[in-house]
């Protein structure tokens, strides 16, 4: 009864710029560290950026100045400020939480991904 929905995907010239938005909804009882990924076809899923709830955040070196991972703790929310986009950035970009439920369960959930297409 946890899941992550994620929005703020669409088609943006090279040097454009979009904001997804993640959030998790449910028999939450604590979220520990959040994060993007994204998986373009015939590609690995990579690691895009992490954030932790202590506010610590990662970087890919490949998005490193470009992109900013933030959260809201009270709304169960992850964002993704993604500033001078490159076509290699087009992918499906999917954000995570490392959730404990009600029933203190603990494992990492999956949003089911939002398409993010860059144009040159």
């Known amino acids: 009864q946890v899941q992550l929905v994620e929005s703020g995907g669409g088609l943006v010239q090279a040097g454009g710029s979009l904001r997804l938005s993640c959030v998790a909804s449910?028999?939450?009882?604590?979220?520990?560290?959040m994060g993007w990924y994204r998986q373009a076809p015939g590609k690995q899923r990579e690691l895009v950026a992490t954030?932790?709830?202590?506010?610590?955040?990662n970087n890919a070196d490949s998005v490193k100045g470009r992109f900013t991972i933030s959260r809201d703790k009270a709304k169960n929310s992850v964002y993704l400020q993604m500033n001078s986009l490159k076509p290699e950035d087009t992918a499906v970009y999917f954000c995570?939480?490392?959730?404990?439920?009600?029933?203190?369960?603990?494992?990492?959930?999956w949003g089911p991904g939002t398409q993010v297409t860059v144009s040159s």
């Open positions: 995570y939480a490392a959730i404990t439920d009600w029933g203190g369960f603990y494992r990492d959930y």
């Open positions: 449910g028999s939450i009882s604590r979220i520990n560290d």
């Open positions: 954030i932790t709830s202590g506010g610590s955040t």
